[in-house]
């Protein structure tokens, strides 16, 4: 894998990524002193679809928190370049975990017959919204004809979820304009700039924009299909199933830390001197943006955290043939293992 892949935002790739997981271990290890120092951590290499921010909060909190530690692990969170990029480095065998969204690993799956399975759902419904500007407001996709709409990667999960939007509403997507828009708040200049109608978003990018823009005009894209999916080779997951376990319990435990803080400031700053995340040091805008994703991952209720909910993918594999979004029909149980999740998971 290039330097490049690995880098971090700012691109400092090999210094930043020392730092960080030299300040990482070292969290993890005083958070954990029943690990021994001189005991080896099993190093684990997890990819984000894309540039670092809080929607991975749950994994970053893993290893600054101690959980992976006190699992025998050290995992390098690597900043990744697309969904679909993502998945690739796990099928070459450069990563053993990967999150990319779950319409784009269907179809990839479905009809490319890519080697992955969905070991995890980590966002339970759509983590995108669409972006536009009060003046000229996007309300739904009907809105979306004859305009040009931002995505952070053409033929990524972003664009998947266009696509199975606009279907599902009965509008023609090839009167729809694709460009590519980086996800992050300052692409909102490209709406005032008349470049682009809208943008899609993640949450934590809007909420950031509706800091700095009360008015700003959102609606969330809920397509029915899982969000965010966790995905790894099912050779590598027959092969050593317990490093599977271990990767899960130890975010199981991190989200559910998350989830039950009365504050969430030191958590964010625990991340924040590890990861280097654009405007972090925004205290009260963070903590919102933790608090928002933390809600997609409890979309289909706390006990079904982590969890590929059955009834959820056979809904979504029959919603994409339907409407065209893979080729042929599929069998849902054979697009996800739960297996190490409910282990993991007790």
Do not use: C
């Not at 021994?36 to 190093?43: F, P």
């Not at 994994?59 to 992976?68: D, K, L, P, S, T």
């Not at 590929?308 to 029909?329: C, F, L």
């Amino acid at each position: 894998m290039s330097h490049e892949t690995h880098s971090h935002k700012n691109g400092h790739s090999i210094d930043r990524r020392m730092f960080t997981k030299g300040a990482g271990s070292a969290l993890a290890l005083l958070a954990a002193p029943h690990v021994a120092r001189a005991q080896a951590l099993r190093k684990v290499r997890f990819i984000t679809p894309f540039n670092f921010s809080l929607s991975y909060a749950s994994v970053f909190y893993a290893q600054v928190g101690g959980f992976f530690a006190k699992e025998g692990l050290d995992v390098e969170v690597i900043n990744g370049k697309g969904a679909a990029t993502a998945a690739q480095l796990v099928i070459a065998g450069q990563a053993e975990i990967a999150r990319t969204g779950g319409a784009n690993y269907i179809t990839s799956r479905v009809d490319s017959n890519a080697p992955l399975v969905s070991v995890a759902t980590i966002a339970q419904i759509s983590p995108f919204y669409m972006v536009s500007s009060p003046a000229a407001p996007l309300k739904d996709a009907k809105d979306l004809a004859g305009k040009t709409i931002g995505v952070a990667t053409l033929g990524g999960s972003m664009e998947g979820t266009l696509n199975l939007l606009l279907r599902g509403d009965g509008v023609d997507g090839s009167k729809v304009e694709r460009v590519r828009v980086a996800d992050v708040a300052a692409s909102y200049g490209l709406i005032e700039a008349k470049r682009i109608a809208g943008f899609m978003a993640s949450v934590s990018s809007v909420v950031k924009i509706r800091a700095a823009i009360p008015q700003v005009q959102t609606f969330p894209i809920d397509d029915g299909i899982p969000g965010q999916v966790y995905v790894a080779t099912p050779q590598k997951l027959a092969a050593d199933p317990d490093l599977y376990v271990r990767f899960l319990r130890a975010e199981y435990k991190a989200i559910a830390a998350i989830l039950d803080a009365g504050d969430l400031e030191p958590i964010v700053r625990a991340i924040g001197k590890s990861y280097e995340i654009p405007g972090i040091d925004d205290m009260a805008t963070s903590m919102a943006d933790l608090k928002q994703n933390a809600a997609t991952w409890t979309a289909k209720g706390r006990q079904n955290v982590l969890r590929n909910v059955p009834e959820q993918w056979a809904d979504a594999a029959k919603v994409m043939a339907e409407t065209g979004m893979i080729k042929s029909p599929a069998v849902a149980t054979t697009l996800y293992d739960n297996s190490a999740r409910d282990k993991a998971v007790g």
